[in-house]
């Protein structure tokens, strides 16, 4: 089950993708700019399962 270096480098930008938006959401929460918010949230909730189907598709591979 050896792991390529493509699908771990994408995985790891995925979840630092997740960390940015998350990281904006509580700052544009903290200075009321709700709109900001909805954005990032649904960007952080639109790159989970991207994160899984990558997880899954290197998972799988032989």
């Known amino acids: ?3 390529s270096y493509l699908g771990v480098i994408l995985l790891c930008l995925v979840v630092l993708l997740n960390i940015i ?3 904006q959401v509580v700052n544009n929460f903290f200075y009321d700019r709700y709109e900001r918010v909805l954005l990032f949230a649904g960007l952080n909730i ?3 399962p ?5 997880y899954k598709r290197e998972r799988d591979s032989e």
């Open 21 to 23: 938006c998350t990281q």
């Open 46 to 48: 639109l790159l989970f």
């Open 1 to 3: 089950m050896k792991r």
């Open 50 to 54: 991207i994160a899984l189907w990558i």
